[in-house]
């Protein structure tokens, strides 16, 4: 058995002028399916609206932030949620992961094919020159989408239940990500984007 056959080792993904990484399998206390239905059920979704050139349009799916730190993101001011007992414990897997600290986390929830993220980059000023975002997936597998910002290059990537996915480096300087909507029936998925506000 190699590295490539531990589901999970982070395994670094070639990618021009950033940095990306893998683990098909995030070790947790609890089956995948058990965080899931946790997360679910324990989390006060949102549905937030979004002004995009100058309309409010509700955003095409659910979230809810949770950290020590107010924050920005797409123009909206988030007050955080204080830390669960389950999100403490999903994010000290995490960060044993990647080997390093995240004070926040934004839960995102697709609840069919039709909920999505548009292309964006996680380039606040308050997550630092070169951001490293950990984005942990349960529930429906989704496609991510990777779009350099200049020479338009595009990567795509299934993320699976209980994966976990790494970026940092120059990654969001250069290039775009996002979740396309679905023409098919999708079941759900809920994504953790973990991030470390300076
Ligand atoms: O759902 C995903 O995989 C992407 C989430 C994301 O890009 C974000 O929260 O900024
Ligand atoms: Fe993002």
Redesign the pocket.
């Known amino acids: 058995m190699d590295l490539f056959d531990n589901p999970a080792a982070l395994v670094p993904i070639p990618i021009d002028d950033g940095a990306l990484a893998l683990m098909r399998q995030l070790p947790l206390p609890w089956p995948n399916a058990e965080v899931f239905a946790r997360l679910l059920d324990e989390t006060p979704w949102r549905e937030e609206s979004i002004v995009v050139y100058g309309k409010r349009h509700l955003q095409p799916r659910l979230t809810a932030w949770y950290g020590d730190a107010s924050y920005t993101y797409s123009g909206l001011r988030l007050e955080p949620l204080p830390w669960t007992e389950l999100l403490l414990l999903i994010r000290a897997a995490v960060e044993s992961a990647c080997g390093r600290r995240f004070n926040s986390v934004l839960l995102n929830r697709y609840r069919n094919g039709r909920d999505s993220m548009g292309m964006?980059s996680?380039d606040e000023p308050e997550l630092g020159e070169e951001p490293v975002?950990a984005s942990l997936s349960f529930g429906t597998t989704r496609g991510f989408v990777l779009r350099h910002k200049r020479n338009k290059h595009t990567l795509k990537l299934d993320l699976d239940d209980g994966s976990l996915l790494l970026m940092s480096g120059q990654l969001q300087r250069n290039w775009l990500?996002g979740i396309n909507k679905s023409a098919r029936p999708l079941g759900e998925r809920i994504n953790l984007?973990f991030r470390y506000i300076v």
Do not use: N, P
């Open positions: 964006h996680d975002i990500h984007t």
